[in-house]
């Protein structure tokens, strides 16, 4: 068998990759190949056990690929034949390639706990198997503690709640975070403190500055013991502490990488294999705002990155801006939304900022309906030149948007005063009052600091 | 009486004005004039008739602006003494200034319709008192008239509507539109039907292409005669077709304005006299976009203005980047928000352009609450530098954020390629998938075109 381009891995970076070379270059054959049966949608995965109910409602539809003429195939992926440019499956079958991108994702991280290999522990696989598996668990399970306080463990452990309610029967949920703040690495300090205040009020327990220390239990995990002795009871554990590249394939075929960054690429996405590209969790990153290596993994990161790398398979056309931060997640009524640094990363990057902050109704005049009177708004911006680094929002659904008028502007380098005196839609229904649109009013205030 | 800088008018502009300074130079006295008793939000008015159910649920807020250390005086502002540099009121107090904003606004264009002068003919004043006598009028009547299809004869009409419903008696509401579509200005013609056939689900009949002729009655409005001859009956009419600049008080005082464009400003918002600015609707504009005169009047667009205007009284240090339309409503079920031109007006402007477009739902997996299915977008970029000149959007209430991603890339001038390539937020409850986020998709889709 042969394909134009062949494409390991089915989620983000793959998909996107697809649908660009579809796009660009339709002539080619273009197929995708994946170990799973069906691709969950990642973010979508802790709404499975909540809101949706059901593993098979958070599916990524293949037939929108497939209807775009790109082949879609189930296959264990065993290694790469670099010299033969050939993939080879676990049943002996190969595709050979023109050209390759891996997306191969990322691995959930497993920490070195004692017990953690018990019934019932688990961490949070895009496999629809596995998260039957999950489902399965947490159905009957009263307690429940969930490992790691950032987006997924903060999610889950909401929508964890949220099965019991709907069962009638309400389970204990409580959520463990090694860092002083849940979701801290993305957000504001006081923006991470809304959304523990909406865990609290959904009845989760949260504790952070909290270290687990060993899954206890006989066969299946019945307790979470705390560095500090405190014994949680638990009848299922979610651990959601980060991902790592998943190397193995590229490692295998002898390509460079490290389990750390990732398979090693250059801006245009493209391996030190000149045959192959990589793109997604699975590649290295730079920070869009420091130019430094990045941890970040996310699946917009990775659409960019797949459709860049889908874009340079002939011809070095698109470079990547380096990976963005930009976040958006609603807990309870309160969603929160960042892009770019916090207070506390760009201080230790070193980095001179001044902080332009507004809160105001997301409505106006501020009582009409779907009103968060309190909506906020704290954009961060280099002293030296006045460009933005960071933006927070919290408030409604609008944040999600709200945060992306503000990645525009940290990706385009924008400043302060370019973005205090530009103008903005608004409307009674939908937004703040044009005196006091979160945007342009932290920005001017952060421009009169900075003049 | 003296104060440093005296602002003539206390909507948008003057109060945007007058914060700005209380922020920039807070030692100065700022003293804002209105003859109106309360200020009206502008954009809300026509919510005071269906939603609020009350004039005085309209407010600004004096306290907000008072508590910064602004004065507001209730005077009526007769003339401007410009050698002693004066403002005289109606009961023969003054005021001396150092520094003079003008920003008394607009008028609402009154058509020389045979019958506009009966009683129960209504254009929109940003005057309580104007309001009430609105509300009164329209509480009893049955079948209602809206002259005008723009934004605030929409908005007006679909709350009359909304009046009837909940009074348990409902009115018979037409608009009448000589355009092709309704909000046909700023809007694509798709999401002008869009609106239309939301008014039309309220029970709103839209008249399009079609021409008020005459008001009948005795003194009092019976109905409206339309060019071809049929006669609605109407117990009131509502005359939305637009404002013209408010320049009687500059025109009496001998600066240059004309009653086209406003008080003749330059790109610090100064008018011929050094210590005389003027900013809002009153003001002359330019189109950010073509840089030749323009029409729009906007409170986003009166605030940046107040805002620039501010800034430069002592030392010319802001530009106006020029007035942009960016705009969005809300009718029934559907948000509609535009920024910049449309087809129709870049073809009208001679500019060679593509579209970008893409229709994804604003969750994902696409079934999840508050999910609407065709959340659009499409965008216009320059075919010579692949500028965005346009963007527009319907959807749910994000789209008034979202449109506001293009309101920044239209006055930061970002190509196609570059929205293309950027990273965005994504949430499963917040917006569409990270794979089809309509701001991305839709670039990508120009960029192709593009290439």
Do not use: W
Not at 26 to 33: A, C, L, N
Not at 384 to 403: C, F, P, R, T, Y
């Amino acid at each position: 068998m042969k394909s134009d381009v062949v494409i390991i891995g089915g989620s983000a970076a793959g998909l996107m990759a697809a649908v660009t070379l579809k796009k660009r270059s339709s002539e080619k054959t273009v197929t995708v190949i994946r170990d799973v049966v069906k691709t969950p949608v990642p973010c979508g995965i802790p709404y499975i056990y909540g809101i949706m109910g059901q593993v098979d409602k958070d599916l990524i539809p293949d037939q929108l690929f497939i209807d775009q003429g790109i082949k879609i195939l189930q296959k264990e992926v065993t290694d790469i034949d670099r010299a033969k440019k050939e993939v080879i499956f676990a049943d002996e079958g190969r595709v050979s390639y023109d050209k390759l991108i891996i997306g191969t994702g990322s691995k959930p991280f497993v920490p070195p706990l004692p017990g953690i290999d018990k019934a019932n522990v688990f961490t949070v696989h895009k496999d629809t198997n596995c998260l039957k598996k999950v489902y399965r668990a947490l159905e009957p399970a009263r307690n429940v503690v969930v490992i790691g306080g950032g987006f997924i463990g903060v999610e889950m452990a909401e929508q964890i709640a949220m099965m019991g309610q709907k069962a009638g029967a309400e389970k204990t949920v409580t959520v463990v975070e090694m860092l002083p703040r849940c979701l801290m690495l993305a957000c504001e300090e006081d923006f991470c403190l809304e959304i523990e205040g909406e865990l609290k009020k959904l009845g989760i327990t949260v504790k952070t500055n909290c270290q687990a220390g060993e899954i206890t239990g006989r066969d299946k995990v019945e307790g979470v013991k705390l560095a500090d002795g405190e014994v949680l009871a638990a009848d299922a554990v979610i651990i959601g502490i980060g991902a790592q590249a998943n190397i193995d394939l590229a490692v295998k075929c002898g390509l460079a990488a490290n389990s750390r960054g990732g398979i090693m690429v250059d801006k245009y996405m493209q391996t030190e294999d000149p045959d192959i590209f990589a793109a997604g969790d699975c590649a290295t990153k730079f920070s869009c705002i420091t130019g430094k290596p990045s941890g970040i993994r996310l699946a917009s990161v990775a659409c960019g990155e797949g459709m860049i790398a889908a874009s340079n398979l002939d011809e070095k056309k698109r470079e990547t801006l380096g990976a963005l931060g930009a976040f958006s997640t609603m807990v309870g009524q309160r969603a929160v939304a960042a892009a770019g640094l916090t207070t506390k990363a760009a201080t230790e990057e070193g980095i001179d900022f001044v902080i332009g902050e507004a809160t105001a109704p997301n409505r106006h005049p501020g009582h009409l309906p779907g009103a968060i009177p309190d909506m906020k708004i704290k954009l961060l911006f280099r002293k030296d030149n006045g460009q933005v680094i960071g933006g927070h929002v919290s408030g409604g659904e609008a944040a999600s948007d709200m945060v992306n008028i503000i990645a525009v502007a940290i990706q385009a380098h924008l400043t302060a005063e370019q973005l205090a005196v530009m103008q903005y839609a608004t409307h009674p229904l939908m937004t703040s009052s044009p005196l006091s649109y979160h945007v342009m009013l932290a920005a001017e205030n952060a421009s009169v600091k900075l003049s």
